[in-house]
């Protein structure tokens, strides 16, 4: 029997190697898959590709601009939906099946909200949905038989590794962090950094946002909250390692002494296929890790000093509440901000920092609370460029 | 509920660390247990301690010589049997408790084909039950209730990495090997190493011959013969490599691309923790291991002109039959003459090819054959020595 999936931000990174996936799994005759809705932004050319390729029952872009090319291009009968309520539609139209939320951004939580109860396994490469909403998320999930599976490579990793035992058994997660491109920088070099700079990212190569958030580590701050809300650990239990080689994807220390890791190439495709046919292992053909040449693993203490937004993100976490949205939406424009050299790479720690100091917190945020956090958090980060509070370079 | 635990080989290393596990398991309140059973050899000072300690139903000893040296030294109430027959005695008194077998040769065999069927769980550290009995041991256990754990580090850890998938979900099995003390060393003087020279293990603190084994590899090849019968996979599914930090105990690498590794200090009784208190992790304060400061983990090939006899001992267990038993006995003498310093370290080696090659093939033994075989070899690797086949010093 096919599965029903649907893939949100299906002309993305994971959302092209998720169809990848599900193409050679196809190929392999081990599994069916029905492809009932993609959804995207803007990319109508590639959209246009995968309806004639998948034949989705329906679509969803961006506005009524993308919908019209996307229409006048197609010959196939499509349902052409638009805008954020048309990704909602699509994360409840599967209702036992599949959800694949690869949206980027704030975007991304109400689909997850609305994937809950409405679809029976919902793959998460949507770091907001957690980061922002986690305490709404979790709320709706607990009541609810839908799982969730991350597919990022570290909490996907972690996923693995709880197979060998309980959370309650956990002593520690261990997240591991490449260190970026500045692991070995001078620290008064990594203040006044180029994009170009921080945009050369030693092992995974992934969009500028994310690897922008690698070299400040704030995505390793991120991931920390992520891992808090999808494993029910408490932050005292959770922590971040450098190990430059990103070998190892992640690890739990049991508190046995055992310790378990998930080991593999930089490749996303192991853990979208392991999420999507998860507890079962189906054979595919993407590179393995040959021990034997790798360079030697190391493992390095994440140094405070050389990433200050780490510590800045993960506190927002700690307390919670509305905290940790506008650290998200600050440092979304934080980054564009440093990408136009309107800001030096240092300012993107203290923006955070302002931004959370002048925050009125919400303890208890709803939906809309957090939407509004956002945008306010956005504007307040601009105003710190415009108004020269950072410093520009 | 207690646990009914038997302990053979209780005086020895892996016996005594249990004792201590469990020790530690009853004082932090975590788990019960009941020893009604300890066996051992002739270290009668311990045994009498444990006894004290412990107050089991029954123990067995070497022979009557110490039988009685124990009732002399004892009050308590204790039935002493002597011999195998006691050994398999005590492998059959807990009917739904857990058998550790952590005797040390042949002579563990017998006993772990009596406890199956007789015990709900069977801690194995006798690597013999395996290596020259995995036929007879495996026959038995399909048909039985008895669920068998290893407690080597190595073994322990793919157990532990296999709760992450299924036996057919595997692709390979990568067991590590710290490299022993010739890792570096040139080969011509590895031919003419000395007994300190093989016994200086860099990471483990073992017996004399396991750690003879472990300079020679034949220790690994054997493992490699335990793994193909603990967890059902063909040869070409095992392989070895070396790592000299030992800080991953070993790998299962499954067909999806994923990589599970079991990693930790070098302690025995993390696993053998592990395996009394499996599925359960409880906890410990045994120590942990501290990524941060440990050397750079790396993996090399293992070099077959390096480790000559890692070759023949997996040849052996490849074709089966009752060569595996030829080669265990013919190593246990060849490394009493090494030791004796009678050889040379490359006699190991070179005694083992002629043992085989002089060896009658039985293909589907019997205990009775295994016994013959073992005795034969033993003869044969003394005989090797005595008219000077494989050189002296």
Redesign the interface.
């Known amino acids: 029997m096919a599965t029903d999936v649907v893939i949100l931000g299906s002309t993305g990174s994971i959302g092209t190697q998720t169809l990848e996936v599900i193409e050679d799994l196809e190929a392999s005759d081990q599994e069916k898959f029905n492809i009932i809705g993609l959804g995207c932004g803007t990319n109508t050319d590639l959209l246009v590709r995968q309806i004639n390729r998948f034949h989705p029952d329906t679509v969803s872009v961006k506005s009524s601009q993308e919908k019209q090319i996307v229409s006048r291009k197609i010959t196939e009968e499509v349902e052409i939906k638009t805008g954020p309520e048309g990704l909602n539609k699509l994360a409840r139209m599967t209702d036992s099946g599949t959800v694949v939320n690869a949206l980027v951004g704030f975007v991304g939580l109400e689909p997850t909200l609305e994937a809950i109860d409405n679809s029976s396994r919902l793959l998460l490469a949507n770091k907001e949905s957690l980061v922002v909403g986690g305490p709404l998320v979790y709320r709706k999930l607990n009541d609810s038989e839908t799982s969730l599976i991350p597919i990022d490579s570290e909490h996907n990793a972690i996923f ?2 709880l ?4 959370e309650n ?1 956990v ?1 520690r997660l ?1 997240i591991t962090a490449s260190g970026g491109p500045f692991l070995s920088t001078p620290l008064d070099r990594i203040e006044v950094a180029s994009p170009e700079e921080a945009l050369d990212h030693p092992n995974w190569d992934m969009g500028s946002r994310i690897t922008c958030d690698s070299a400040s580590m704030v995505n390793k701050g991120l991931e920390v909250i992520e891992a808090h809300w999808l494993f029910d650990l408490p932050y005292e239990k959770i922590s971040a ?1 450098v ?1 430059p080689q990103s070998v190892i994807h992640s ?1 739990v ?13 930089p ?1 996303m ?2 853990p979208i ?2 999420a999507l ?1 998860y ?6 053909n ?4 040959d ?2 040449n ?1 360079a ?6 994440l140094e405070e000093e050389r990433y200050p937004a780490f510590k800045v993100v993960v506190e927002a976490g700690k307390s919670g509440g509305n905290r940790p949205a506008a650290v998200n939406g600050a440092d979304e424009e934080l980054i564009d901000e440093f990408l136009a050299e309107n800001i030096r790479f240092g300012g993107i720690a203290r923006g955070l920092e302002l931004v959370l100091e002048d925050l009125e917190p919400v303890e208890n945020p709803t939906l809309e609370d957090l939407k509004s956090t956002d945008a306010w958090a956005r504007k307040k980060a601009r105003s710190l460029v415009k108004e020269k509070i950072i410093g520009d370079r």
Chains 1, 2 share one sequence.
């Open positions: 693995q590794a197979e060998t035992g309980e058994e002593e261990v390692v190990h690890l220390q049991f508190r046995d002494g055992s310790m378990i890791g998930e080991l593999g190439e490749d495709k192991v296929q392991y046919t507890p079962r292992r189906l054979k595919n993407y590179d393995r890790t021990l034997v790798l030697k693993l190391e493992f390095k203490e």
